[in-house]
């Protein structure tokens, strides 16, 4: 059966491709070690739009791992391949996901309220994955936290920092003396590993 409605045209980019969205906002607060790379979650606080919930508790819940997940694909989560084609990052003892202590230390979830939905069952919208963006939040305030921490030390500007924020670039982020003696790539240098 199809959801009324639904009609989008790929040709013409018209239409409606999905019958309602779910929108979401979170601003977390993380504290890096400059030394090793290391960082924790110290605060995110987040409030999603879920329409008139049907059950707040498996709502809440699926924002969590929702979030938790998407936390793990922008911080932890990284795939390395040698330059042959074989994935090193195989099983846990090389592929990092989130555990409980990656959890933020406080994590506030909130439901937006008096958003309600008619084009569902009793003005709800479904959630899953939605919150997976969410913690895109993380992502940035590492960013930001290493901007604070480069100019501390009279580095300004911008820089690259791509995701997952792992320890490793993190502290290859934080400019200092001793990140300073790597030497930059060259020649016919064949890498360990190609990022993806």
Not at 79 to 92: A, I, K, M, V, Y
Not at 113 to 123: E, I, K, P, Q
Request: net charge negative; glycine share 10%; proline share 7%.
């Amino acid at each position: 059966m199809l959801t009324p409605d639904i009609n989008y045209s790929w040709e013409n980019n018209s239409g409606m491709p999905f019958n309602y969205f779910t929108f979401g906002a979170a601003c977390s607060e993380v504290e890096i070690d400059c030394l090793t790379g290391d960082h924790q979650v110290l605060r995110t606080d987040i409030v999603m739009d879920v329409g008139s919930s049907l059950n707040p508790a498996i709502d809440i819940g699926q924002i969590e791992g929702g979030f938790i997940q998407g936390y793990g694909l922008f911080t932890l989560e990284e795939l390395r391949f040698s330059p042959d084609g074989f994935l090193h990052t195989r099983g846990p003892g090389a592929y990092k996901i989130p555990a409980f202590g990656d959890i933020p230390t406080e994590m506030n979830v909130s439901l937006l309220r008096g958003s309600l939905n008619d084009r569902a069952v009793y003005s709800s919208k479904a959630i899953g994955e939605p919150p997976l963006f969410l913690a895109s939040s993380v992502f940035y305030a590492i960013k930001y936290a290493i901007y604070s921490a480069r100019a501390d030390v009279g580095t300004q500007g911008t820089f690259r920092l791509d995701s997952p924020a792992t320890a490793e670039r993190i502290r290859m982020a934080c400019v200092d003396r001793f990140t300073q003696q790597f030497p930059t790539v060259s020649g016919d240098f064949k890498p360990w590993f190609v990022p993806v």
